[in-house]
């Protein structure tokens, strides 16, 4: 049996009908299946539970235009694709800004089987982040409705936030105190302190001590006082997070905000950026398990970064291709160890197994949609210009771009590094090999390009890479 999928489809076509269902059930699923050609019929099936919707363009009484506008008023979150004979390019794109997840001609339904796997993926996605929201608002209320004094502060110590347990405890309410500092809060004699206390947060990353505190009515009390450094998705400092607590709960209570405040701080970022903090990580795991290729990755990131910028990729561009020559290697993590790890050459049947890296990444990373633009890398790079790569066999220009830059300095790098079963090559040798793989392994364009480079930068000078 393939995967369950409930699907409502928007077809006049008995034909075409059974042509979709075909390669549904070839793409792995079991589809349970509704088929409708006139509106009323669309919308009383609507709300019955589907998990996508395939529709024709143009139908009898109406067009997938006027479904996408039926849906988006339902308020429905269903992924919808646009199956049509024909469609112009402005069509199309129309299509898309009213919220299809893509659209294909009948004559390229090989495509339906990947569209529908890539539409259900990022619906999963969407309901990933709704959830992170909610999240993030529930612990919002928490903070607020907190017993603990919780305040916010800019990096010189003026209020943008304080809860009403922390206006409480000073006898203020939380909007008497913005903008104002929180030196108002101090004793005469801590708050001299406090502007010390502010930069041992911004250059340490948190401080905590015991604190005298001033009420409004000028009565003191002694408190608990934590300040940690808040930073944005770039890791910049932005400001402080102050709490205070009563002593006596103090061990109780510290971990328990520190948590709640750790909690908000990564749920109220967008799920991209989240994910952007983790590569780093896995790379260093992968690097771990292949001590073989130690520093490669880092390396042939940098020099992929700086030969596309030359190129003139910029911005988004040029960090996605920093990002897929960063995650390459990524498939490896579904190799096992005797076969990632062997210290010497690999056998035929072991080099069967170490081909499956790219088809990994690409499984591993395609469900998370901020990756999609940077999967050209981890896909494609061993593809060969002369259509003997792997793990699709694309021939020249079929190859994206980045993907035949990155080719040749993965190669270069390679062979320019010692391996446990070889010395590192000669970089007059290396370059002898890269100029007889030019309109075989490399893009004869780029070829010339990377030599140039490397000749302008200098590398025949450089050290080999000794692990």
């Not at 801590?190 to 340490?204: D, G, P, Q, V």
């Not at 210009?385 to 390679?414: H, S």
């Not at 320019?416 to 970089?427: G, I, M, T």
């Not at 030599?451 to 450089?462: E, N, T, W």
Request: charged share 25%.
């Amino acid at each position: 049996m393939g995967t369950p999928l409930r699907v409502l489809i928007l077809e006049d076509q008995i034909s075409d009908l059974e042509l979709t269902l075909m390669h549904l059930k070839q793409a792995g699923f079991d589809p349970a299946w509704t088929c409708v050609d006139k509106k009323e019929d669309y919308l009383a099936h609507l709300k019955d539970g589907f998990d996508i919707i395939l529709a024709d363009f143009k139908l009898p009484q109406f067009d997938a235009l006027h479904a996408l506008q039926h849906l988006k008023e339902s308020g429905l979150d269903l992924p919808f694709i646009v199956v049509s004979g024909a469609i112009s390019e402005e069509v199309a794109v129309q299509c898309i800004k009213m919220g299809a997840a893509d659209y294909l001609l009948k004559d390229r339904m090989i495509r339906l089987g990947p569209a529908v796997e890539n539409a259900l993926n990022e619906k999963k996605l969407r309901d990933e982040q709704k959830r992170s929201h909610a999240q993030v608002r529930l612990l919002s209320s928490a903070i607020e409705q907190s017993t603990e004094g919780i305040a916010v502060t800019d990096i010189s110590g003026q209020f943008l936030f304080a809860n009403n347990a922390l206006a409480g405890m000073h006898g203020y309410m939380p909007e008497e105190l913005k903008g104002k500092n929180i030196a108002i809060l101090y004793t005469p004699q801590e708050s001299s302190l406090i502007e010390s206390a502010n930069l041992r947060a911004l250059t340490e990353g948190q401080y905590s001590d015991e604190t005298w505190h001033t009420r409004k009515d000028q009565t003191t009390f002694s408190g608990q006082s934590h300040i940690s450094l808040l930073r944005d998705e770039n890791s910049n400092p932005i400001g402080l997070i102050h709490t205070l607590r009563d002593i006596t709960e103090r061990k109780q209570a510290e971990e328990k905000i520190k948590q709640l405040l750790i909690d908000l701080q990564q749920k109220n970022e967008e799920l991209a950026h989240a994910y952007d903090a983790t590569l780093e990580g896995w790379v260093r795991f992968l690097d771990l398990r292949d001590q073989e290729t130690e520093g490669h990755t880092q390396r042939v990131t940098e020099m992929t970064t700086e030969l596309a910028a030359q190129m003139g990729f910029a911005g988004a561009g040029l960090l996605h291709i920093r990002r897929g020559a960063l995650l390459h290697d990524i498939g490896k993590m579904g190799i096992p160890d005797n076969v990632l790890r062997k210290p010497g050459p690999l056998n035929n049947d072991e080099w069967e197994i170490m081909r499956r890296h790219p088809v990994y990444a690409f499984q591993m990373l395609s469900p998370i949609e901020f990756l999609h633009p940077a999967l050209d890398i981890p896909h494609h790079h061993h593809e060969r210009w002369d259509g003997t790569g792997y793990p699709n066999q694309l021939i020249k220009e079929e190859i994206p771009m980045p993907a035949r830059m990155f080719a040749i300095i993965d190669v270069w790098d390679a062979l320019n590094s010692d391996r446990p079963y070889r010395k590192a090559w000669h970089p007059e040798k290396a370059i002898d090999y890269i100029k007889s793989q030019s309109g075989k392994h490399f893009d004869p364009h780029l070829v010339q390009i990377f030599l140039d480079f490397i000749a302008s930068k200098g590398f025949l000078h450089s050290t080999n890479h000794n692990h």
